[in-house]
């Protein structure tokens, strides 16, 4: 069974910086791509980062140049590393598992196992 479990959320102050984790289990990433979404209240989830299981990385327009996504195969971890955060960025952040060779893809369909999520707050 595949798990998928989010750390590293917080209440920071905008411009700074927050790293988040999310641990695999049941799932290599050597078949598989891992993307990062989140959801604000109110608002339908959002796409943020991809990577592929090649490594190859995509990005929201909104977080292009700010976040960083990234992995540790030894560790089965996929890392969300977040800079210049703005108030804007504030949602509940999600991971997400998707089988197989394909791209990014921003709708949640693509998508077949997610974690609880972690609650990041940027304030002014």
């Known amino acids: 069974q595949v798990q998928l479990a989010e750390s590293g959320g917080g209440l920071v102050q905008a411009g700074g910086s927050l790293s988040l984790s999310c641990v695999v289990s049941?799932?290599?990433?050597?078949?598989?791509?891992m993307g990062w979404f989140r959801q604000a209240p109110g608002k339908e989830r959002e796409f943020v980062a991809y990577i592929r299981w090649s490594g190859e990385c995509t990005y929201a327009d909104s977080v292009k140049g700010r976040f960083t996504i990234s992995r540790d195969g030894a560790k089965n971890t996929v890392y969300l590393r977040m800079n210049s955060l703005k108030p804007e960025d504030t949602a509940r952040y999600y991971c997400?598992?998707?089988?197989?060779?394909?791209?990014?893809?921003?709708?949640?369909?693509?998508?077949?196992?997610w974690g609880p999520g972690t609650q990041v707050t940027v304030s002014t």
């Open positions: 049941g799932r290599t990433f050597s078949n598989s791509g």
């Open positions: 997400a598992s998707r089988p197989g060779y394909a791209g990014a893809s921003s709708s949640t369909y693509a998508y077949d196992y």
